[in-house]
């Protein structure tokens, strides 16, 4: 279309989509035409760092005067607390320390994303930063070598946050059956999100392990690993922030509610796939099992830490069907989908491997849940 007829075919396409037009940016989804300026030979650092309700991020940004992937050259900066529910307003101030870098997908180039610890007025780890004892433990454990795979699961929701993604706009989709693994415009929505968010992970250097569609429609999962120590909660945090920061590209909410539909709909999780370095060697069927069983004495523990609201998000997921254990009862099984613990099928025919914690909930935070497990199968705590 040329001069007016394109002018009203443009108007028509914003009226049709009604608020979802309000919405945008006023790019329309078109690449910002400033980003190619110049830096002057600084940097952006993305500083992002967990609120107070223990699921959410936040991000800021600060000008470093030249490129840097070294956490320790980078400057604490600080915060308003009052608002990220982490603080008063009489005594606002919560301090970010930097702790991990990676490339920004983003504003690419030297530019970076930092995960950041949070610390008090007087610079103690402040009492959401679950990081710092889970670093703690790690650094005990460190001769054992403990390795983690989380896969993430979430589910994405239109513009509003309220609708699923791609389902109809009066009623439901098919039941449950041909969109895991799916392929096809009737079985998946949002691959581009998922393909950005891949792309992007792999540009910053995360350990994104893979990703496909599951078994409700609009809900995925990537798997993130494998990951020693602290890097695994550090590289889950930023894929975390990643991808809502890719979904805000196609308009797209990303939820993380481990039960975001109720019925007959699978919840989401975040299955923890554990190992140390005797359980990886030959024999290591042996302590594979003695882990598990060490797990089992302390169920309840797990469960509270497993999501950020004590267990009862968990609650809605863990009911026996959908794929999930009961939250009320442990138990473990090869090959198992419907058990607490499961151990794959190949790692009991190979006698050595790795198990899978399916408890944890799709908004755990993994510094919580992998401290959790090494202070019950390491510490004996």
Known sequence: CTGVQCLIKQWYQRRVRGSVAADMDGLDGQTNPYMDLDQ?????????????????????????????????????????????????????????????????????????????????????????NKRRPCAENMERVADEHPWFGIEQEYTMFDYTGRHPYGWPTNGYPGPQGPYYCGVGSDRVKGRKVVEAHYRACMYAGLKIAGSNAEVMPSQWEYQVGPCEGIDMGDHLWISRWILQRVAEEFNVVISFDPKPIPGDWNGAGCHTNVSTLVMREDGGYEHIIAAVEKLAEKHDEHIITYDPTGGEDNKRRLTGLHETASIDVFNWGVAHRGASVRIPRQVEKDQKGYFEDRRPSSNADPYDVTNRIVMTICLDQ
């Open 40 to 128: 002057g030979g600084k940097i952006q650092a993305f500083y992002i760092w967990i609120d107070g309700t223990g699921q959410g991020l936040r991000c800021k940004t600060k000008t470093i005067d030249a490129p840097t992937m070294d956490p320790a050259e980078l400057p604490i900066w600080n915060f308003d607390g009052s608002s990220t529910g982490q603080s008063i307003g009489e005594n606002s101030d919560i301090y970010l320390k930097p702790v991990a870098c990676y490339k920004d997908p983003f504003r690419r180039g030297d530019n970076i994303l930092v995960m950041c610890e949070t610390l008090d007025d007087k610079g103690e780890p402040h009492p959401t």
